[in-house]
């Protein structure tokens, strides 16, 4: 039998100890893209909670999305809070009770073959919301990593990489991703439903990076 770390501080003979378990309760962060996109984040990527996330995405231990799914449902929570909230302000007579649409950013296709899995779709699963055929899908032409590129850099580099694949006319959408950085792969998805016909209202991560990070809830 293999050795097993703590996949929050790498700490011997626990999958995740008790002290990196706390560290995992949510605290939602709010992040605004350029363009007025809002994204509500259950923890900052950072510290145990980045060792946890990199460990659910990168090692194989899938397990961890029962602990990460509390950070995204909290996440989910306060986005669809933001989109009723917003509504009533604006008195389009909106309501968030079951309108929205949750839409996760599927994994690239190389990222998916390497795992044997997509992360959002399964921690989504976890929260009993099950994922059935993908709003959205990569294109073709996606591809190529984004780690060390600069925030421009990303944004052409996710340009025209994701399509919808159906017809989003009159639907309010919550965009899901794991991590936001720069915040590229929520723009481009979000271009992708808006020009099937869809209002995307916000979006939901399980962290944000600390450099993207506001910490308190809206």
Do not use: I, W
């Not at 950072?46 to 990199?54: N, T």
Request: glycine fraction near 12%; include cysteine; charge should be positive.
């Amino acid at each position: 039998m293999s050795p097993v770390s703590c996949a929050g501080c790498g700490g011997p003979d626990v999958a995740l100890c008790e002290g990196c378990r706390r560290r995992l309760v949510p605290e939602v962060v709010r992040v605004d893209l350029p363009g007025g996109l809002p994204v509500f984040a259950g923890l900052v990527y950072a510290f145990e909670a980045r060792g946890v996330v990199l460990a659910f995405k990168n090692a194989g231990r899938v397990r961890l999305a029962e602990t990460l799914a509390p950070a995204l449902a909290a996440a989910l929570e306060s986005c669809a809070h933001h989109a009723t909230t917003d509504a009533a302000s604006a008195g389009d007579g909106f309501s968030a009770d079951g309108s929205l649409l949750v839409v996760p950013v599927p994994a690239s296709r190389r990222g998916r073959r390497r795992r044997g899995y997509d992360p959002v779709e399964l921690v989504l699963r976890r929260l009993g919301l099950v994922v059935g055929v993908p709003v959205l899908v990569p294109t073709v032409r996606a591809g190529g990593g984004q780690k060390g590129r600069d925030r421009q850099q990303r944004l052409r580099g996710r340009e025209g990489s994701l399509r919808a694949t159906r017809d989003l006319q009159g639907s309010h959408v919550v965009l899901v991703d794991d991590v936001v950085t720069t915040g590229a792969t929520l723009q481009e998805a979000r271009r992708a439903v808006v020009a099937r016909g869809a209002v995307v209202v916000g979006a939901a991560c399980l962290a944000a990076t600390p450099l993207r990070s506001a910490t308190g809830s809206p």
